[in-house]
């Protein structure tokens, strides 16, 4: 747990914590090893350390070590493999960080495991990505055997709700921070605060920010409160301006915009907040074979924006979301990106580097 307490991290002085100080010196370990190590991509220090944005050169992302130790983009396990393993639950999370350990499996532990957030009915935080416990795809299909909004429902409830049929349940978030060794970085993306009336994917203007972060501000200190009690690197990402400014308020861990069609907000956002990364969908990043084969929109700053160049010009990582094979690895990985967000471990090993 932090040594430090939430009204010295509030300061603006230097947080000299054994886990602050180990964080900060990840960020000038210059060719550390993500695997077993403290790397992650975009990983910067935690609350209230002073520190800003990590300077590095823009094009010091290979040759400094925050990509895996064979050169490929870092692994990141999106909601803890849901390809392999039944999503957001302690079991994936544990079995996504354990990986194979031979470097000639035919995949890897992940470098990073992402997880989604959201507050039950008592404001208990818990790892969840939709909104409702049983509907998905239109109802199509139940993730959970439990019916009800999430954050209208009561904790226990929540918590006994089973995933997809697969003996896990929804965990709060403590116990997944457990279960997550302290080599492997976390990144929490900052699903919903508790309410239907947030605005997706948007550039806000200043007024309807200011009144989209005071639904946002209770379950971010909630969540920092959690993430504070634990020893990894963490990078916050969301879909929600409004998320990422009251995280930049109360904190300086590092944050990343989600994009979903326009690439001119996705860059205008990670400009404003001093963004460490930038998530896009992978086919935003021009010259691959997936470029501009969805959600395409005019005026949205696709033709004007090469948002991979842009954003390492200025000094950020750019993980993909969310990959299902080698292929779409492969090409990513040549095209440059930092990060691979995928629902398999095994999306790199084919083409990977020796």
């Not at 209770?218 to 400014?245: M, Q």
Request: with cysteine; proline share 6%; net charge negative.
């Amino acid at each position: 747990m932090s040594e430090t307490n939430d009204d010295e991290r509030r300061t603006g002085h230097p947080d000299t914590s054994s886990s602050a100080l180990r964080r900060r010196s990840f960020i000038v370990a210059a060719g550390a090893s993500v695997t077993g190590t403290a790397g992650v991509a975009g990983a910067t220090p935690g609350r209230g350390n002073g520190n800003g944005p990590d300077e590095r050169h823009p094009t010091e992302s290979n040759a400094n070590g925050f990509h895996g130790s064979t050169g490929d983009p870092d692994l990141i396990a999106h909601r803890g493999f849901a390809g392999l393993y039944p999503e957001n639950t302690v079991g994936a999370v544990e079995a996504a960080a354990r990986g194979w350990q031979s470097p000639a499996a035919p995949s890897r532990g992940a470098d990073m495991i992402e997880i989604d957030v959201v507050p039950t009915a008592e404001n208990d935080v818990v790892v969840f990505h939709d909104d409702r416990l049983a509907s998905r795809d239109g109802g199509e299909r139940g993730l959970t055997d439990t019916e009800g909004v999430v954050w209208e429902t009561e904790t226990d409830t929540v918590t006994s709700a089973e995933v997809l049929e697969s003996g896990e349940t929804v965990p709060r978030l403590r116990p997944v921070l457990e279960a997550i060794p302290p080599s492997v970085g976390v990144n929490v993306e900052l699903k919903n605060p508790g309410s239907f009336d947030v605005a997706f994917a948007e550039s806000l203007p200043g007024d309807e920010l200011e009144e989209q972060k005071e639904i946002w501000q209770p379950f971010v200190e909630r969540v920092l409160n959690i993430v504070d009690e634990f020893h990894h690197e963490y990078l916050f990402s969301s879909f929600y301006e409004a998320a990422l400014a009251t995280t930049r308020d109360a904190s300086d861990y590092p944050v990343a915009p989600l994009c979903w069609s326009s690439v001119a907000d996705g860059v205008e956002i990670a400009r404003r907040y001093e963004a460490e990364a930038i998530h896009p969908p992978y086919h935003m990043i021009r010259g691959t074979p997936f470029y501009a084969d969805q959600r395409y929109e005019e005026g949205a700053g696709w033709s004007e924006i090469d948002l991979l160049a842009v954003a390492h010009e200025e000094g950020r990582d750019v993980n993909v979301f969310t990959l299902e094979t080698w292929y779409q690895g492969e090409q990513l990985a040549a095209a440059g990106v930092d990060g691979i967000i995928s629902d398999h471990a095994d999306v790199l090993r084919f083409g990977a580097t020796n």
